[in-house]
């Protein structure tokens, strides 16, 4: 392991923050501000250089936007807690922040491309094109399970959340990642335990991460309700999916009824891939929301 390189970036980010709803929020920025925009959202216990593969693959100039979103990354920690309805409202600030007046695409992975889905049905208007990687709308809850999140929310909310486990080395959180991703090649796993963690005052080192993530949403998921939002959406839709596409395809009805709410929406799949297919093939990624993008 102490032979092997962390990634190194061929494309350089600039950072700067946002003053969002009393929390200040951390943006990346890769590419001429002048070239075409757009904006990508990272999912859940992530952050916004997720996305450092796929920018370097790009072939063509951009300009990507990638937010932390609040609580994660650099960005601040809100003390009363998240809601999905929050996330809506931060983007809806974050395209007012970098394309005042102006529809813009969004892209977004997993929870990232699902708030970009529903708020793209809210405020069709905002957004020119929409990309979602391996995001096919929010699961149906399930209401015999609402008493027992809710007392989970409680409980974490009076005696706190779980502490985020420190590590001593970030070779240690790389294996971490690659225990989850398999596919993920070591200098990437380094690249992002440099970028999604920060020190402690003791020396060790956590994810950066609020645990209060950990909590359940208090407001359960309704798919009738998702569906409503899909069905306002004016923008061309591109749905990339990785391998976990069968859990869809195993429900009635599976992927095509889903992409029936949708007007006009594109339909692929990167191979071989896991949840974060944009870790694992981010070349072929880049190449399939590019194509898409200069349609």
């Not at 970009?116 to 094109?129: D, L, M």
């Not at 963690?197 to 994810?207: C, P, V």
């Not at 839709?237 to 069968?246: F, G, K, P």
Request: net charge negative.
């Amino acid at each position: 392991m102490a032979d092997v390189a962390v990634y190194a970036p061929r494309k350089i980010a600039r950072s700067e923050f946002i003053e969002m709803r009393g929390l200040k929020c951390h943006v990346r920025r890769w590419g001429p501000c002048d070239a075409p925009p757009i904006v990508l959202l990272h999912g859940s216990r992530d952050c916004s250089a997720t996305f450092q593969f796929i920018v370097d693959e790009f072939s063509g100039d951009h300009h990507f936007i990638a937010p932390d979103w609040r609580g994660y990354g650099r960005s601040d920690w809100n003390p009363q807690g998240y809601w999905f309805q929050d996330y809506l409202a931060d983007l809806d600030l974050i395209l007012d922040a970098v394309s005042p007046g102006a529809a813009i695409p969004v892209a977004g992975h997993s929870l990232g491309g699902q708030v970009a889905g529903v708020y793209a049905g809210v405020r069709p208007q905002r957004v020119s094109k929409l990309i979602a990687l391996d995001a096919f709308g929010l699961a149906d809850s399930d209401p015999d399970e609402t008493p027992d999140n809710l007392g989970k929310w409680i409980k974490i909310w009076r005696e706190g959340p779980e502490p985020s486990r420190p590590y001593e080395t970030l070779g240690q959180m790389a294996e971490r990642l690659r225990q989850t991703n398999p596919r993920l090649t070591m200098d990437k796993a380094l690249f992002l335990a440099a970028e999604s963690s920060s020190l402690r005052a003791d020396g060790l080192i956590e994810w950066a991460f609020d645990p209060l993530h950990r909590a359940p949403f208090a407001v359960s998921h309704r798919k009738a309700e998702w569906a409503a939002c899909m069905q306002r959406i004016e923008a061309p839709t591109l749905w990339l999916a990785s391998d976990r596409i069968s859990r869809i395809d195993s429900e009635p009805g599976g992927l095509a009824a889903r992409a029936a709410l949708l007007k006009n929406v594109v339909c692929d799949k990167v191979p071989d891939t896991s949840h974060n297919l944009h870790h694992d093939r981010p070349a072929e990624v880049a190449r399939i929301m590019e194509s898409f993008l200069a349609r």
